[in-house]
T-cell receptor, first 112, second 117 residues
Framework: QQPVQSPQAVILREGEDAVINCSSSKALYSVHWYRQKHGEAPVFLMILLKGGEQKGHEKISASFNEKKQQSSLYLTASQLSYSGTYFCGTEGSGGSNYKLTFGKGTLLTVNP | GAVVSQHPSWVICKSGTSVKIECRSLDFQATTMFWYRQFPKQSLMLMATSNEGSKATYEQGVEKDKFLINHASLTLSTLTVTSAHPEDSSFYIC?????????????FGPGTRLTVT
């Protein structure tokens, strides 16, 4: 079942922060975050595994609450290069053979 | 590291012909590769899972006789769209999961834009 992402779109000024949420109706083993720019393939950002972990690098971090079946992606002090569509991909628990189901995406636009 | 290539990057073909798309993991071995299609401004829809040396597993609603998948080696998977029709026009993207134990990341290729006229 497709995870639900919110918001659908967000517009920021350079330097502002944003949070993108991803929630699932089923138990999850992992959540994968990707950013896709127009006409290009998705670029891997990070993966969070069951266990309620948090991860981050530079100004992009994420959390995964397995009990709530939710993950959030945090973008701080946004840069113009952060613009793109962000997808979360979820892997269900119980042996899914690594198959990911992607949300509909969140379009992030960072303006100067 | 973790580079995945696709060839061709775009292709235009006539209705009724077949098109082959290659997906290669350049600097790692991939026991599992995935094929997706993406329509404009929409999400990635998984078509099939390709495991090296075995038959691909197709998602519900995907015709296995129309979308032939071969995973001949740990670095190459191919998708052949047979008897293509205009409704098959789409962006086809592969991803590869490393064979490394304990690794769960999937890396995407740059995609192939197929236009059927």
């Amino acid at each position: 079942q497709q995870p639900v992402q919110s918001p659908q779109a967000v517009i920021l000024r350079e330097g502002e922060d944003a949070v993108i949420n991803c929630s699932s109706s089923k138990a999850l083993y992992s959540v994968h975050w990707y950013r896709q720019k127009h006409g290009e393939a998705p670029v891997f950002l990070m993966i969070l595994l069951k266990g309620g972990e948090q991860k981050g690098h530079e100004k992009i971090s994420a959390s995964f609450n397995e009990k709530k079946q939710q993950s959030s992606l945090y973008l701080t002090a946004s840069q113009l290069s952060y613009s793109g569509t962000y997808f979360c991909g979820t892997e269900g628990s119980g042996g899914s053979n690594y198959k990911l189901t992607f949300g509909k995406g969140t379009l992030l636009t960072v303006n100067p | 590291g973790a580079v995945v290539s696709q060839h061709p990057s775009w292709v235009i073909c006539k209705s009724g012909t077949s098109v082959k798309i290659e997906c290669r993991s350049l600097d790692f071995q991939a026991t599992t590769m995935f094929w997706y299609r993406q329509f404009p401004k929409q999400s990635l829809m998984l078509m099939a899972t390709s495991n090296e040396g075995s038959k691909a597993t197709y998602e519900q609603g995907v015709e296995k006789d129309k979308f032939l998948i071969n995973h001949a080696s740990l670095t190459l998977s191919t998708l052949t769209v047979t008897s293509a029709h205009p409704e098959d026009s789409s962006f086809y993207i592969c991803s590869a999961k490393t064979a490394r134990s304990g690794s769960y990341e999937q890396y995407f290729g740059p995609g192939t834009r197929l236009t059927v006229t």
